[in-house]
């Protein structure tokens, strides 16, 4: 058989190109997290796991990259628990204490009481992280949600947030509990309670609520006793807080809203995050779910949250595709 030199040459490329690309291949199979990457990018550029979307991804819009930071642990822990100067400033002046104790003392004296751990900051290609962030709106009345909730890893709520007897429209399910003193309800010792401290004092109370129960009021009276299981208590970090009412925020209204600095946490912590029970319900009442309507327009507008700013982000969020939001139905 005669070949000519061009015939050989392409011959000896298309060789070379098949046997790179089978070692290319049998690498990246044998290799998971090459595999996983390689699977994730491809499709649909993504860098988590998730089939449906991913927080992050390659190539994203720009009014979510200006504002989302990663670098920033949305909990505290005993090593990244240093303030700086300005944000101690900003974070004392939330609600004031008369005779704040030294918030240091305070600090060490929580890490002896609860674990010091850090969690959650492990996004990767590998990675297939959801949650649900469950608002407490009247719109969820109704809803059946239930089910669709209970399907997800996390399930976020807060502050009073009951379950039993709204199962079918709030879930069953709660892995995190997101709390205030003045907000706090019991929990089971499978929940994870995260405190949100506006004030040193509320570091102080929570060591008392789990232990002596000594302290009984912060500016109004709050319960001395909860139940909730000490091993699983985070604890929200003023320098993340801080960064949200700046960055996502720019400064409206006074310091976040519990609800708003849920939904952050999530997407900072999660891959793919479904919101409920956040805005009015149908017909434009502002009430829980577990009250009745008489109350409308009761809970709207604290004077310290900018309610509207907060919800106009959220729907950016869900315009951007960064969260779905399950609207009343
Ligand atoms: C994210 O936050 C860190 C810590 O505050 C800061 O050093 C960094 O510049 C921020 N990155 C972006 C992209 O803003
Ligand atoms: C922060 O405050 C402390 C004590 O008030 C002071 O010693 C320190 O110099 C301040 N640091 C900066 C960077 O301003
Ligand atoms: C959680 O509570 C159940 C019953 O309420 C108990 O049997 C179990 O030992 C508790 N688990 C922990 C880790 O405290
Ligand atoms: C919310 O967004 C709408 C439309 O983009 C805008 O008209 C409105 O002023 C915004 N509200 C607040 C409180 O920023």
């Known amino acids: ?11 000896t490329l298309l060789f070379s190109i098949l046997t790179f690309t089978t070692l290319l291949f049998s690498y990246t199979f044998r290799d998971p997290s ?3 990457f390689f699977k994730s990018s491809f499709r ?25 930071n990663q670098s920033i642990h949305p ?13 101690f400033r900003w974070w004392q002046g939330l609600q004031l204490e008369t005779e704040p104790a030294d918030f240091n003392e305070v600090k060490k004296e929580l890490f002896r009481f609860i674990p010091s751990e850090t969690l959650y900051m492990d996004a990767s290609p590998k990675r297939c992280r959801t949650c649900a962030v469950v608002g407490n709106s009247g719109n969820l009345k109704g809803s059946r949600y239930g089910l669709r ?14 379950t039993r007897g709204f199962e079918e429209d709030v879930g069953w399910r709660t892995t995190h509990h997101v709390m205030y003193p003045e907000s706090a309800t019991d929990l089971d010792n499978t929940t994870t309670l995260v405190l949100v401290p506006f004030k040193t004092l509320d570091l102080q109370w929570l060591v008392s609520a789990l232990s002596t129960g000594t302290i009984t009021e912060t500016y109004m009276p709050v319960k ?11 604890i929200y970090n003023p ?10 925020l720019e400064g409206h209204g006074r310091y976040p809203s519990t609800g708003f600095l849920s939904i952050m946490f999530a997407i900072h912590i999660c891959d793919e995050v479904s919101v409920f029970g956040f805005g ?17 327009g009761a809970h709207k507008d604290t004077q310290v949250h900018d309610g509207d700013y907060e919800y106009n982000v959220t729907c950016l969020l869900a315009d951007k595709h960064k969260i779905h939001m399950f609207k009343s139905r």
Request: proline fraction near 2%; aromatic fraction near 14%; hydrophobic fraction near 35%.
């Open 1 to 11: 058989m005669f070949l000519s030199k061009r015939k050989i040459r392409t011959f």
């Open 34 to 36: 090459l595999y996983g």
């Open 44 to 68: 649909n550029n993504r860098l988590c796991a998730c089939h449906q979307q991913c927080m992050m991804k390659l190539e994203d819009n720009p009014w979510f990259t200006e504002r989302f």
């Open 75 to 87: 909990l505290m822990t005993s090593d990244n628990s240093v303030l700086s100067n300005e944000t």
């Open 149 to 162: 909730i209970d399907t997800n890893d996390f399930i976020i709520r807060m502050n009073q947030a009951p």
């Open 224 to 234: 001395s006793r909860i139940k909730a299981n000490k091993d699983k208590v985070l």
């Open 239 to 248: 320098t993340f807080m801080k960064y949200i009412f700046d960055s996502w």
């Open 280 to 296: 009015a319900d149908q017909y434009g009442n502002w009430h829980h779910y577990w009250e009745e309507n008489d109350l409308a």
